[in-house]
């Protein structure tokens, strides 16, 4: 299948080199390959305003389980930044692009609510507009100890290593389908 996908920052090699060092050889065994993977997501150019100050940001929010973290971005990918790529190695989008705002709106309100308080999230206005449908891409490390297979995640953009919510979502995808 044909993707769109923003550019990875990170090589195939730097990836393997992150999932050899000697701490991840002790704690998931031998790293048999590593393969890369791609999580569709839904870019918007949001504008928050709580009466006083305007904020303009643009965050990614995945499309597949809305659970991951939102990622943000000083501007959109420009068209050097972002590649086609010919793969089967994409997670199931699950989330529609209302419920992708929905996501991005609510997160906003939760982040100004933490920093702000109560009284100025009842008067701040949150606007998401859809900007961009891209995939992010991910190096997975796939290890194994005593015939039992593990993997880490290596974010392609950033190089570091993923939680257990994208560990959720690869490991689902690795699953044969129907057990």
Known sequence: MLITSV???ITRDQAITKFRSRLRALKHGRLRFAVDFYVPYRFFQTTWDDGR???V???AADAVTGKLDLVEFNQLPADGEIVNVDTQMIAEERINDEEARNLVRERILGLTFNKKGF??????????????R????YWVGVYERDGRAQIEIVDALQG?????????VVTEWFQPHGT
């Not at 009284?119 to 961009?132: D, P, Q, W």
């Open 160 to 168: 570091r290593l993923e939680g257990a919510k994208l560990r959720e």
């Open 57 to 59: 940001a643009f965050f």
């Open 7 to 9: 550019k990875p920052n």
């Open 119 to 132: 009284f100025k999230l009842s008067r701040t206005k949150v606007v998401a507009e859809l900007a961009a």
């Open 53 to 55: 100050s305007q904020s």
């Open 134 to 137: 891209l995939h992010l891409p």
